[in-house]
């Protein structure tokens, strides 16, 4: 089982990005699935997630900036990060849970089993 992470870099602040979470070993679409982020000197914090019925459950300070989309063909999790802040440089990390709740996700990473190597973003002011 291995989830990579990806399409992270450098932006200005108020610009965008997009991460992709792919894996191999599962089908993602049995799985909820998370992203997080680890700033230096921080805690890893749940950004947004994913359940199985297509239900997110966003962070407060991603709301309304940041979308998750599963692409199931791909076997792949996207994050859309629009008006990206300084304060969103981070590591950020997928993660799958394989005994998730059908309507709800969780943002608490103690819930997922599977995780990713991270990808860098930084957002510069």
Do not use: H
Request: with cysteine; proline share 2%.
């Amino acid at each position: 089982v291995q989830l990579q992470a990806s399409g992270g870099g450098l932006v200005q602040a108020g610009g965008s990005l997009r991460l992709s979470c792919k894996a191999s070993g599962l089908s993602l679409e049995n799985y909820a699935v998370g992203w997080f982020r680890q700033a230096p000197g921080k805690e890893r914090e749940g950004v947004l997630c994913v359940s199985l019925s297509g239900n997110t459950n966003a962070a407060r300070s991603v709301q309304g900036r940041f979308v998750i989309r599963r692409d199931n063909a791909e076997n792949t999790v996207w994050l859309q990060m629009f008006n990206l802040q300084p304060e969103d440089t981070a590591e950020y990390y997928c993660a799958a849970d394989r005994d998730p709740r059908f309507r709800d996700c969780s943002l608490s990473s103690s819930e997922f089993d599977f995780w990713g190597l991270g990808t860098q973003v930084t957002v510069s002011s």
